[in-house]
């Protein structure tokens, strides 16, 4: 059985096991009621810097076995929409099953999904939600899709063919956006531009999305994630987007000049 291995703990968060098992459960613990989301957005920085958003929304959502990820494929290799279909993921707090089942109807269902490991072996942006699923529910199985293409057409389709799919599952799954926000500029001109996006995303809006990213020049990593769930959100029957979460990096270095922007979201 394949093994997608951890690409960056000890990294981005620790490497440890018993390190990482204390950090997550102390700001995952039990909490009720808890909310049945269909869909959240975490981000994907180091612990250190977006840890406490990832941890806000999912400290609030039931998690359950089945978990769909989507996130940026960074060093662009692979298949534009790369998913693994068998398999483990292994972290520091063991071993994740790929839900194979789900894996092959969604590649019977969307033409355009490739089953491509190449693209998750050096893979950050899903790897670093993984562990807060975990410990949210030990058992918990996923199957990961990392989107290397800013083709808005193509994600589109790609998106609306998944959410019809898992639309049809008799258990709930839980889709997991993964995404940063804007990088790499001041934080005041970061908060700016990372509120019109934010503003569309409340609105369930995926157009205007697309035209905040652009007017705006806003450098959010998983922009194409993000609007892939939004274009679900009829299929999967969303109908409400709750900012959790918001901060800048300066929020935990004090360095203002040069930040990247975190938000977290449940979507019901």
Not at 79 to 106: D, H, K, Y
Request: charged share 25%; hydrophobic share 40%; glycine share 8%.
């Amino acid at each position: 059985m394949a093994v997608r291995e951890p690409a960056v703990a000890g990294m981005f968060y620790p490497g440890d096991g018993a390190t990482l098992k204390k950090y997550c459960q102390a700001r995952l613990g039990p909490r009720s009621p808890l909310i049945s989301a269909k869909a959240v957005v975490l981000p994907h920085a180091g612990y250190t810097y977006s840890g406490e958003t990832a941890c806000r929304v999912l400290s609030q959502v039931d998690v359950p076995k089945s978990n769909f990820l989507i996130g940026p494929n960074h060093h662009g290799r692979g298949a534009p929409f790369a998913i693994m279909s068998n398999g483990e993921w292994e972290t520091p707090l063991g071993r994740v099953r790929i839900q194979s089942g789900l894996a092959s109807g969604l590649l019977t269902a969307c033409g355009r999904l490739t089953d491509d490991s190449l693209a998750h072996r050096d893979e950050h942006s899903l790897e670093v939600e993984v562990p807060f699923l975990q410990t949210r529910n030990p058992q918990m199985e996923l199957v990961p899709l990392v989107v290397g293409t800013r083709d808005l057409a193509d994600a589109r389709e790609v998106a609306r063919s998944c959410g019809k799919y898992l639309a049809t599952s008799p258990e709930r799954i839980l889709v997991v956006v993964s995404s940063d926000m804007n990088h790499f500029e001041s934080d005041e001109a970061t908060r700016v531009k990372d509120a019109y996006a934010l503003r569309a995303v409340e609105a369930l809006d995926e157009e205007a999305l697309a035209k905040a990213i652009k007017t705006h020049r806003i450098t959010m990593c998983g922009f194409v994630p993000v609007y892939m769930l939004l274009s679900m959100k009829e299929a999967l029957g969303i109908r409400k987007a709750t900012l959790v979460d918001y901060r800048t990096s300066a929020d935990a270095t004090g360095d203002q000049d040069r930040v990247v922007g975190y938000a977290g979201f449940i979507f019901e």
